[in-house]
Nanobody, 128 residues
Framework: QVQLVESGGDLVQPGGSLRLSCDASGLTLDYYAVTWFRQAPGKEREGISCKGRGDGSMFYADSVEGRFTISRDNFKNTVYLQMNSLTAEDTAVYYC?????????????????????WGQGTQVTVSS
């Protein structure tokens, strides 16, 4: 059974940084594409980054391009999301997601329907 657990969310000031973690069990994350989503209050869930299996291609939403970086630690079976230059617009619950049918990030990777396994989310709040 696939289980994903996000952590690292916190209250941070504008301009600050956070690193989120997505720990996996029940599968080897390096074999699959992994995505990060976020959902702000009253808004739809938004795909923000996707990384293909192994050293696969990485993709970012325009809203986070140049500020966020997705990476893996295969030894720990963990995927990270390094977030820099945070603004209030980044406030949301952040989720990681994977689908064992996907080795690459598909066209439309930022759409929830392409990913079957989700974590419970971690809250990021950016406020002074």
């Amino acid at each position: 059974q696939v289980q994903l657990v996000e952590s690292g969310g916190d209250l941070v000031q504008p301009g600050g940084s956070l690193r989120l973690s997505c720990d996996a069990s029940g599968l080897t994350l390096d074999y699959y594409a992994v995505t990060w989503f976020r959902q702000a209050p009253g808004k739809e869930r938004e795909g923000i980054s996707c990384k293909g299996r192994g050293d696969g291609s990485m993709f970012y939403a325009d809203s986070v391009e140049g500020r966020f970086t997705i990476s893996r630690d295969n030894f720990k079976n963990t995927v990270y999301l390094q977030m820099n230059s945070l603004t209030a617009e980044d406030t949301a619950v952040y989720y990681c997601a994977v689908d064992t049918d996907r080795r690459r990030c598909p066209t439309g990777w930022g759409t929830s329907k392409y990913w079957r396994s989700w974590g419970q989310g971690t809250q990021v709040t950016v406020s002074s």
